[in-house]
């Protein structure tokens, strides 16, 4: 009998990615695709399944909220899907199953499938979910944020390092990374990467910029009265953030960590 299989993913160009390379294994069968958590969760309590690829960011009902919300003995096997490796931690790589860090290679895909199989025929699936789930409900204490971003070019996957980014702005379903040696495209929304990325670090300053707080070199307003914020760089940001806030947030970081920032 092959495998049955259900595609999970909030992105209809992810879901199709997944698909076109699960069409190539023969030992699959594709029983569904669910477009957010809801959907997931419906499916998985009514529908035999044997192994899902979860994508863990999706909005309101993530990949570890269906986990949370299903017993022990409808959950399948779960390869979860990411584009952000702080989710490429102990959790995936020994409570789960398997994980794939976007973007993956077919190749990639295929090793997950084997795995999958040879965990159903060594029937080993239940102690693995077990504790998968005793994981997920465990209290958290630090929240893991983002600590690279994988860049795709055309020979490569590139890894850059959140603090040399600048800032990172937002462009339709896609988003530049802007640092002191040159920019980079990544697919994700602003939205979703923002809870990904430290408020240590990070703010939100405008509806399509996120900037790094150690590259303000001070605030600003200029003759219109609008607020900016000025990178060491010279680079001029503009914010429909407060000010006030910016600059609270400025002189007073987070616990644990402190910026050193002149402003006007």
């Known amino acids: ?13 992810a879901r199709s990615r997944i698909r076109k390379f699960l069409l190539q294994e023969p ?11 809801p959907e997931a969760i419906s499916f998985l309590r009514n529908k035999a399944t044997d192994l899902a690829f979860l994508d863990v960011q999706m909005p309101e009902v993530s990949g570890f909220d269906i986990v949370r919300a299903l017993p022990a003995d409808k959950l399948p096997a779960l390869v979860f899907v990411t584009a952000f490796d702080q989710h490429a931690i102990e959790a995936f790589e020994v409570r789960a199953l398997d994980y794939l860090l976007k973007p993956f290679t077919k190749a990639r895909l295929h090793d997950a499938v084997n795995r999958a199989l040879q965990h159903l025929q060594d029937r080993s699936l239940a102690a693995t979910n077990r504790q998968l789930i005793e994981w997920i409900k465990s209290p958290k204490h630090d929240p893991v944020y983002l600590s690279r971003f994988a860049v795709k070019t055309p020979n490569q996957v ?4 959140v603090e040399d980014v600048d800032y990172i702005e937002s462009a339709s379903n896609y988003l ?6 040159g920019n980079h495209i990544v697919r994700e929304t602003l939205t979703r990467l923002e809870s990904s990325l430290s408020p240590r670090l990070f703010l939100r300053i405008s509806r399509s910029v996120i ?22 760089n010279e680079r001029q940001l503009p914010m429909t953030r407060g000010i ?6 400025l002189q007073y970081p987070p616990v644990g960590e402190t910026l050193a920032v002149s402003t006007v």
């Open 1 to 13: 009998m092959k495998m049955k299989v259900l595609i999970v993913d909030d992105e209809a160009l």
């Open 27 to 37: 030992d699959v069968e594709i029983v569904g695709e669910c477009g957010n958590g």
């Open 158 to 161: 590139l890894f850059v390092d």
């Open 176 to 181: 530049v990374l802007h640092t002191r040696s």
């Open 211 to 232: 900037v790094n707080l150690k590259r303000i070199k001070c605030l600003q307003s200029n003759a219109g009265g609008e607020c900016l914020a000025v990178l060491q």
């Open 244 to 249: 006030r806030e910016v600059q609270e947030r």
